[in-house]
């Protein structure tokens, strides 16, 4: 016996829940267990996130072996007997929720009830919670949902979804409620995820379905199904297709959609870009927000060729006029900003921040809740720091057909092979600031360069002694030089013939004669088309290296974290 729950309390939810119910005829055999209040009243009822543990109570006392709870706003997009197969074989079925770990998703309260330090909660993977599926013939299962309902009927589920204290860690953000609890309770039964979202049967946004979509989250709150439902009794069909495709596309969703939106105005290089960004989306996927993002270092690239976000925690939209006019009469939150279509007189950049003629930066507050027809801007700069918050928001993203394809160009051009090492320097530090540790070597190697070399009080020469080490080191492997320091890069290039040319030097924009990689790098974004795609490729070829020796800056760290990181790179590099 196999069942779908769902429990839809007010709101938007039992409309959503009756789509959902729809999708699911003729796609699904079993029964659909269905309520618009608390199943029983075993639990804290002012708390709705209760109301998923007792609809697993109720299926499991009804004699179902096979549960599947679904979210209300999901639907069905074709047979979902695959999904029941995998839960069978696996014995249940959760999605990795990739953006954090149960330090920061888990109450004070909620790990005193297991029993779990917020250090042990470091190293706990989150579950997402909006499908889970449990096999009660498999016994590690069994135990999860029962531990999940006991710990939901003693409170560990309660507390808020936004801090309001709960934490004086600073690692804490938010309770997560009942994921919260699912996920403390998978860990300590050492129960991995079994999925990821958009990698196969169930995806969050529509815009992220492939042929093996099964499930899928819709963001509209209408009765609008999403393309390729085919059920014209809840707004599919010819005029439901239109509007999602249309909204794949970018285009204007204003009369349809009831999005809630952050505009995001990155400033900086390209690690200061991605910092930002990761900020905005841990608030997005928190809020339930859409971003709208403008990069204004690369404002000569149209960044939509660039990036594919179809892989993203939150939808991401590039087409900034079209959404600047769209949300043209909403409020404004900093509010001194004005509009975004009509920025506030006296606004002007100043230094990496944009502010306001007052001083104020121009941010909302990445800690407080807002109203949900309110548009947040976040225009004020940022990054810099030792964190991995730049490298971590690659996961998420691909890179667009065109993009590898040039990468791959580049590669050959460069007659570059599989083993490598790299060499990171900015013409902006002057001295050649190398003062970290080379990522790729051991570390007791890496410090006999970066460490063991006494100075002779001239900056610039120690580096290049460094240098002359590092490459020493590696003697046998070609090296990569990527760098806006043209004369550093020719003086290097006559020194050691394993410098990887270009076969056709090109001098204009400041590149030198023996490697194209000594342009100026975001600085030139505003007017070179090229810019963009050139820094990735750079920071691809530098990652992928045995080793890699760099100066100060955001993108030599960047390229550092990269290269540590071989699954995020391979995901990358990998065709769309």
Same mark, same amino acid.
């Given at each position: 016996?196999?069942?779908?729950? !769902?429990?839809?309390?007010?709101?938007?939810?039992?409309?959503?829940?009756?789509?959902?119910?729809?999708?699911? /005829?003729?796609?699904?055999?079993?029964?659909?267990?269905?309520?618009?209040?608390?199943?029983?009243? !075993?639990?804290?009822?002012?708390?709705?996130?209760?109301?998923?543990?007792?609809?697993?109570?109720?299926?499991?006392?009804?004699?179902?072996?096979?549960?599947?709870?679904?979210?209300?706003?999901?639907?069905?997009?074709?047979?979902?007997?695959?999904?029941?197969? =995998?839960?069978?074989?696996?014995?249940?079925?959760?999605?990795?929720?990739?953006?954090?770990?149960?330090?920061? $998703?888990?109450? %004070?309260?909620?790990?005193?009830?297991?029993?779990?330090?917020?250090?042990?909660?470091?190293?706990?993977? /989150?579950?997402?919670?909006?499908?889970?599926? @449990?096999?009660?013939?498999?016994?590690?299962?069994?135990?999860?949902?029962?531990?999940?309902?006991?710990?939901?009927?003693?409170?560990?589920?309660?507390?808020?979804?936004?801090? %309001?204290?709960?934490?004086?860690?600073?690692?804490?953000?938010?309770?997560?409620?009942?994921?919260?609890?699912?996920?403390?309770?998978?860990?300590?039964?050492?129960?991995?995820?079994?999925?990821?979202?958009?990698?196969?049967?169930?995806?969050?946004?529509?815009?992220?379905?492939? %042929?093996?979509?099964?499930?899928?989250?819709?963001?509209?709150?209408?009765?609008?199904?999403?393309?390729?439902?085919?059920?014209?009794?809840?707004?599919?069909?010819?005029?439901?297709?239109?509007?999602?495709?249309?909204?794949?596309?970018?285009?204007?969703?204003?009369?349809?959609?009831?999005?809630?939106?952050?505009?995001?105005? $990155?400033?900086?290089?390209?690690?200061?870009?991605?910092?930002?960004?990761?900020?905005?989306?841990?608030?997005?996927?928190?809020?339930?927000?859409?971003?709208?993002?403008?990069?204004?270092? *690369?404002?000569?690239?149209? +960044?939509? $060729?660039?990036?594919?976000?179809?892989?993203?925690?939150?939808?991401?939209?590039?087409?900034?006029?079209?959404?600047?006019?769209?949300?043209?009469?909403?409020?404004?939150?900093?509010?001194?900003?004005?509009?975004?279509?009509?920025?506030?007189?006296?606004?002007?950049?100043?230094?990496?921040?944009?502010?306001?003629?007052?001083?104020?930066?121009?941010?909302?507050?990445?800690?407080?809740? *807002?109203?949900?027809?309110?548009?947040?801007?976040?225009?004020?700069?940022?990054?810099?720091?030792?964190?991995?918050?730049?490298?971590? @928001?690659?996961?998420?993203?691909?890179?667009?057909?065109?993009?590898?394809?040039?990468?791959?160009?580049?590669?050959?051009?460069?007659?570059?092979?599989?083993?490598?090492?790299?060499?990171?320097?900015?013409?902006?530090?002057?001295?050649?600031?190398?003062?970290?540790?080379?990522?790729?070597?051991?570390?007791?190697?890496?410090?006999?360069? +970066?460490?063991?070399?006494?100075?002779?009080?001239?900056?610039?020469?120690?580096?290049?002694?460094?240098?002359?080490?590092?490459?020493?080191?590696?003697?046998?492997?070609?090296?990569?030089?990527?760098? %806006?320091?043209?004369?550093?890069?020719?003086?290097?290039?006559?020194?050691?013939?394993?410098?990887? $040319?270009?076969?056709?030097?090109?001098?204009?924009?400041? =590149?030198?004669?023996?490697?194209?990689?000594?342009?100026?790098?975001?600085?030139?974004?505003?007017?070179?088309? /090229?810019?963009?795609?050139?820094?990735?490729?750079?920071?691809?070829?530098?990652?992928?290296?045995?080793?890699?020796?760099?100066?100060?800056?955001?993108?030599?760290?960047?390229?550092?974290?990269?290269?540590?990181?071989?699954?995020?790179?391979?995901?990358?590099?990998?065709?769309?």
């Amino acid at each position: 016996m196999r069942c779908i729950i !769902n429990v839809a309390i007010g709101g938007r939810y039992p409309k959503e829940q009756q789509r959902l119910k729809a999708s699911l /005829e003729g796609r699904f055999d079993g029964a659909f267990l269905h309520w618009t209040e608390f199943p029983n009243q !075993n639990y804290n009822t002012a708390n709705h996130y209760n109301a998923k543990a007792a609809a697993f109570e109720e299926a499991i006392k009804q004699g179902y072996k096979q549960i599947l709870w679904v979210d209300s706003p999901v639907v069905a997009l074709k047979d979902v007997g695959p999904i029941f197969h =995998k839960i069978a074989t696996d014995g249940y079925l959760t999605i990795k929720n990739s953006g954090y770990n149960c330090s920061q $998703t888990c109450s %004070d309260a909620c790990l005193a009830y297991f029993g779990v330090t917020r250090d042990q909660a470091e190293g706990y993977q /989150e579950h997402a919670s909006g499908v889970i599926g @449990i096999s009660m013939e498999n016994p590690k299962a069994k135990e999860l949902i029962k531990i999940f309902i006991q710990a939901c009927k003693d409170g560990a589920c309660d507390g808020s979804r936004y801090h %309001d204290g709960q934490s004086t860690d600073p690692r804490f953000m938010f309770h997560r409620q009942d994921q919260s609890v699912l996920s403390v309770a998978a860990n300590i039964l050492g129960l991995p995820p079994t999925m990821e979202f958009n990698r196969g049967m169930i995806t969050v946004c529509p815009n992220n379905r492939s %042929d093996s979509t099964i499930l899928c989250w819709s963001h509209r709150r209408g009765q609008v199904l999403p393309y390729g439902t085919e059920n014209k009794k809840q707004g599919g069909g010819r005029n439901g297709t239109r509007r999602s495709r249309q909204r794949q596309r970018g285009g204007s969703t204003r009369k349809h959609s009831n999005e809630s939106y952050i505009y995001l105005k $990155t400033t900086g290089g390209l690690n200061d870009n991605l910092i930002q960004l990761a900020r905005c989306t841990k608030y997005a996927i928190q809020h339930r927000r859409s971003i709208v993002l403008e990069m204004p270092t *690369y404002s000569a690239t149209d +960044i939509s $060729t660039i990036f594919d976000f179809s892989h993203f925690p939150v939808p991401i939209y590039t087409d900034t006029e079209q959404k600047k006019k769209e949300l043209a009469h909403h409020p404004i939150i900093p509010s001194y900003y004005g509009t975004l279509f009509s920025p506030a007189k006296g606004s002007a950049w100043v230094g990496a921040n944009f502010s306001a003629p007052d001083g104020q930066p121009m941010c909302f507050d990445l800690t407080k809740p *807002y109203p949900h027809d309110t548009v947040l801007v976040y225009a004020c700069g940022g990054g810099g720091g030792d964190g991995d918050e730049s490298v971590n @928001i690659l996961d998420g993203i691909r890179f667009k057909p065109d993009l590898l394809e040039y990468y791959r160009k580049k590669v050959e051009e460069y007659g570059v092979p599989e083993e490598y090492i790299s060499i990171h320097l900015r013409a902006t530090d002057r001295k050649l600031n190398i003062r970290n540790n080379i990522t790729g070597m051991n570390l007791a190697d890496s410090n006999r360069i +970066i460490k063991g070399m006494p100075s002779s009080g001239n900056t610039h020469k120690d580096a290049l002694k460094k240098i002359d080490a590092f490459i020493k080191a590696h003697s046998t492997l070609p090296i990569f030089v990527a760098s %806006d320091n043209a004369k550093l890069v020719d003086r290097l290039a006559k020194r050691y013939p394993a410098i990887l $040319t270009s076969n056709a030097p090109d001098k204009s924009h400041n =590149k030198c004669d023996s490697n194209r990689s000594c342009q100026r790098l975001h600085s030139e974004g505003k007017s070179d088309p /090229e810019n963009l795609k050139n820094a990735i490729v750079d920071l691809l070829l530098l990652a992928n290296a045995k080793a890699i020796m760099t100066s100060a800056g955001g993108y030599s760290r960047l390229a550092k974290k990269l290269l540590k990181r071989k699954d995020i790179l391979a995901k990358l590099l990998a065709p769309a």
